[in-house]
């Protein structure tokens, strides 16, 4: 809250307070403020809830192959990490896939407009699209009964598309093209063939793509950039809107599993988002005030508004109804309930962005997901990483999965810390930098309020 | 205490804490932290609150030394600041325009907001739902409810409601009930109270309720059910006259019940009963203490109705057995069910936002519209609104 710089003085204890203040700071106290936070109570994950993720799946995600034609430096699957399944050009197992998809179709109930959206995710997919016409065609079939509101998405490297720009287009495919911005931005995605820069040949299949279908491409054409020492955000920004216009999402690389040799390689690569925003947002311009609501501070105050500040329940309707909230430690998703991945390996995860030794059930004969399994695991990460969750300061949202936090494994280990801990210092700081922001942008307050659905 | 004179301007704010409605020129402050109020007709002074409350103004307007000299203005923000509603901050000491993080309320359309942000198809409907009625008679198809209910979290209260004499295999239902540990309530009429089995024990409960006049033997025959076993009661007196309260309190004192409630029940001919135990005044809202998080409640939901529903005997799903029916368990899954109600249903989105509560000041310290108001049918029971 807004506080007289006295009623700050009175709360550090400084001599030579106003009167009111010394007043004011008793009162705020005998109501609880200024009090040691007591450590939060945290709920336990319960298997209905798995149950209930597992039969109202919303998006099934194929690995459709490990091959790819790049061999971009950094990859996660590539050689600058560990931790993933050893790519051996390995298509996914059609009949497997196919078992899948019926087992989804026949446990979601009919909900009319229910989404479920169908993913394809590599390697590179398109490097398979044998399988992805044939789960196309199968998906329709089932969907004639179930009538969901059917989705295609694929993530691509689109140095195939012109293969396949028409089938895409009539499918209504979602697609997240990967493209770090110019030429040189994008020297890293290089083909595994010959190392050469993709550049020139996602460009060429883009601007196909945006001639041809010029519509499809506004509404359907999503673009991500990974940031790092080839690049700015300024870069990014300008080359895709320029050229697409279109604001793509800029992720960083990924500081996870990286081979203990290749640590060097990988620091001189890495740049933040967060310091390369700053520097981005240091002058006023068209292309600022236009990604505004993609800069992070944004981002960092809808996250504050939504899940720690006393609007917290605009978003949070069902914690109205308790005195003692329901929330599970960290930020991860409950098991499945954004989605299912099935790997070329068969194996079974909540989402492809953790690791694959995390796999929590297979497709054989049968689909094997041990609900009572899943659920205790979840609650064995819990029940240890709560210890630094009930004195977190960002408890209520720390944007952190179990399964990013180090060695989670050995949650019940001694010496095991969360890395994304925040004390008082910390939390501070983040406030500062959220209210500094808002103090510039007074107007965000409710266009995130009224207008930003975080789902 | 008079703030010390200064020629400077100021930002004005109002604690995060203090709740605001402004109806008609008259503007009510509450404070959620000790249920204190002001309120205020006074035009220079709404004007102020109004600024205040404007989105881009974010909590935080500008007070200048000549609206801060005037006499009203003053005296209101002393008696804001000496119930600790609000402050005053001379401009000099912050750089530039500081903001206060303030509730969001009173937007006008706090449905749509709530519903977007917490009913979209991605989000889990099922995890709204929390109390499920289960209205049982010798028409219930037990195994098929059963199977219904197999498709619902685990961690309802189930309230087990009706005559069970008549239910022939209703063990099968309460053994079901029974590996859950969620509360479990069986509500019947004290004529129809039946003895449970004490394999039934884990975490059932007896809701009684008793009308007038009373069945003596009955009666008797209850509160020797309840000396026998070790099971919570708790009893409800539906009362309809003064006559009915006073039988009701000789009961409590004879029988030393401490678990009960006074409910009120409108006949369709004591509409002055009502006024006099059940209409509300002003000083009756304005007694009750309330949160921050209450006052979010009031305006995002129906706190009697939400996240519950009713399966009669038959399978149909009522949210309100007053409101339109959203299902049948035999023919809808609980999805259907639940998004019916999300999408067209009446109850649990049911807030006071009808005429005319809508221009009453108390609208939202006033409690949610409860059956009370659709069994009368008028929108507001209450002496504020005549």
Request: net charge negative.
């Amino acid at each position: 809250m807004l506080a007289h710089p006295e009623l700050e003085k009175a709360s550090e204890k400084s001599t030579d307070v106003d009167p009111y203040y010394l007043k004011k700071y008793a009162y705020l106290k005998a109501h609880g403020f200024f009090t040691k936070p007591k450590p939060t109570k945290f709920a336990v994950l319960e298997e209905s809830i798995v149950e209930d993720n597992i039969r109202n799946i919303k998006q099934v995600v194929f690995e459709v192959t490990d091959s790819c034609n790049l061999n971009c430096t950094y990859c996660a699957f590539g050689e600058l990490y560990e931790g993933y399944d050893e790519r051996i050009s390995k298509k996914i197992d059609t009949r497997k896939a196919i078992h899948l998809l019926k087992f989804i179709f026949d446990l979601k109930p009919k909900k009319k407009n229910d989404k479920l959206a169908i993913s394809f995710y590599g390697g590179e997919p398109l490097l398979n699209m044998q399988f992805i016409k044939q789960i196309v065609e199968i998906s329709k079939q089932l969907n004639l009964v179930k009538q969901f509101d059917l989705e295609y998405t694929m993530t691509t490297n689109t140095t195939l598309l012109h293969k396949y720009i028409d089938f895409l287009v009539t499918n209504n495919f979602r697609l997240l093209i990967s493209l770090d911005g110019n030429e040189k931005c994008h020297s890293y995605r290089t083909f595994s063939k010959d190392k050469k820069n993709s550049f020139q040949k996602v460009i060429e299949n883009l601007d196909i793509l945006q001639r041809d279908y010029p519509e499809y491409f506004s509404t359907n054409v999503s673009f991500n950039a990974v940031l790092h020492n080839r690049n700015s955000i300024k870069e990014i920004y300008d080359f895709i809107y320029t050229r697409y216009n279109q604001i793509p999402r800029i992720s960083e690389l990924n500081t996870r599993n990286v081979r203990s040799c290749n640590k060097n390689i990988l620091d001189s690569m890495y740049q933040s988002v967060a310091k390369g925003e700053a520097e981005f947002r240091k002058e006023d311009s068209d292309l600022t005030r236009l990604t505004h609501r993609n800069s992070l501070l944004f981002s960092e105050l809808t996250n504050y508004l939504k899940y720690v500040s006393i609007n917290y329940y605009i978003s949070n309707i069902r914690e109205l109804l308790y005195n003692i909230e329901r929330q599970l430690p960290t930020s991860t998703c409950t098991p499945f309930s954004k989605k299912i991945l099935l790997t070329n390996r068969n194996k079974l995860l909540p989402c492809e962005r953790i690791d694959y030794r995390y796999s929590m059930g297979k497709v054989n004969e049968d689909i094997e997901l041990d609900i009572s399994e899943i659920t205790e695991q979840y609650n064995f990460y819990y029940k240890h990483i709560q210890k630094f969750c009930q004195t977190c300061y960002a408890y209520r949202y720390c944007g952190s999965c179990l399964f990013h936090i180090e060695n989670i494994d050995k949650a019940n280990e001694e010496g095991f810390v969360c890395q994304h801990f925040q004390n008082q210092e910390d939390f501070r700081n983040k406030l500062k930098n959220i209210f500094t922001f808002l103090e510039k942008y007074p107007k965000d307050y409710a266009e995130i309020l009224k207008n930003v659905v975080i789902e | 205490m008079m703030i010390m004179k200064k020629v400077s301007d100021y930002w004005f704010t109002l604690e995060p804490y203090v709740f605001v409605d402004i109806k008609n020129k008259h503007a009510l402050l509450y404070n959620t932290l000790d249920g204190v109020i002001i309120e205020s007709a006074n035009d220079k002074i709404i004007k102020i609150l109004h600024e205040t409350l404007q989105e881009e103004n974010c909590g935080v307007t500008l007070l200048t030394n000549e609206q801060y000299q005037q006499k009203e203005i003053n005296c209101f923000i002393c008696e804001l600041r000496e119930k600790f509603m609000g402050d005053v901050i001379d401009v000099s000491l912050s750089n530039g325009k500081p903001v206060q993080m303030l509730p969001f309320y009173n937007y006008s359309k706090e449905q749509e907001l709530y519903k977007k942000n917490n009913f979209s198809s991605y989000k889990n409907v099922l995890e709204k739902l929390f109390e499920i009625s289960l209205h049982i008679d010798v028409t219930t198809n037990i195994t098929k409810l059963i199977h219904f209910l197999a498709t619902l979290p685990k961690n309802l209260t189930f309230n087990i409601i009706g005559n069970m004499e008549g239910v022939l295999n209703y063990s099968e239902l309460l053994s079901y009930l029974d590996q859950y540990s969620s509360p479990k309530n069986l509500l019947c009429s004290y004529k129809n109270l039946i003895a449970l089995q004490p394999i039934f024990e884990n975490n059932f409960s007896y809701q009684i309720s008793v009308c007038f006049p009373i069945d003596a033997e009955r009666w008797n025959r209850v509160m020797e059910i309840l000396l026998s076993q070790t099971l919570p009661a708790e009893f409800v007196f539906e009362v309809s006259s003064e006559d009915d309260v006073q039988q009701s309190e000789q009961l409590i004192e004879q029988y030393q019940i401490d678990k009960y409630q006074l409910k009120p029940n409108y006949t369709g001919n004591n509409i002055c009963f009502f006024e006099e135990e059940v209409f509300l005044s002003k000083e009756d809202i304005l007694s009750t203490s309330l949160t921050m998080k209450d006052l979010f409640a009031r305006q995002a939901m129906n706190t009697y109705d939400f996240g519950k529903i009713n399966i009669m005997p038959n399978g149909d799903v009522y949210a309100n057995l007053n409101h339109p029916l959203l299902g049948n368990i035999y023919a809808n899954n609980i999805h259907e069910i639940l998004h019916k109600e999300v999408e067209e249903g009446k109850s649990w989105l049911r807030v006071r936002n009808q005429a005319p509560c809508t221009d009453c000041v108390y609208q939202w310290i006033c409690p949610p519209p409860s059956n009370y108001e659709i069994i009368v049918g008028r929108p507001n029971l209450c002496h504020v609104k005549e």
